[in-house]
């Protein structure tokens, strides 16, 4: 499965993005789907986390009542809404793909390019 993140930009600290995460070669249904993201200098560290239906998820407390995963099947897409941010989300965000539930990156088999988020203060 390919996956190709986007919607990441430049945005004042208090603002919001939202970031798609479209996959393509194979549907998505059978994929546990995860946000990751890295800080230079930092390790990939985990941000969110949705599995096959979008019943389950579960957050970084760092983000916590921030963000919100959600995932539409039928257009093989996953997204992820950030609200509030801080110049600490900074990062490049990046979405992939995990046979099984896991908030671990290394379970995670497939990824996209990543997207830059960059929050001013």
């Known amino acids: 499965v390919q996956l190709q993140a986007s919607g990441g930009g430049l945005v004042q600290a208090g603002g919001s993005l939202r970031l798609s995460c479209a996959a393509s070669?194979?549907?998505?249904?059978?994929?546990?789907m995860g946000w990751f993201r890295q800080a230079p200098g930092n390790e990939r560290e985990f941000v969110a986390t949705i599995n096959w239906s979008g019943s389950v998820t579960n957050y970084a407390d760092s983000v916590k009542g921030r963000f919100t995963v959600s995932r539409d099947n039928a257009k093989n897409t996953v997204y992820l809404q950030m609200n509030s941010l801080k110049p600490e989300d900074t990062a490049v965000y990046y979405c992939?793909?995990?046979?099984?539930?896991?908030?671990?990156?290394?379970?995670?088999?497939?990824w996209g390019q990543g997207t830059q988020v960059t929050v001013s203060s």
């Open positions: 070669g194979r549907t998505i249904n059978n994929y546990v």
């Open positions: 992939g793909a995990a046979a099984y539930y896991s908030i671990s990156f290394e379970r995670y088999n497939y």
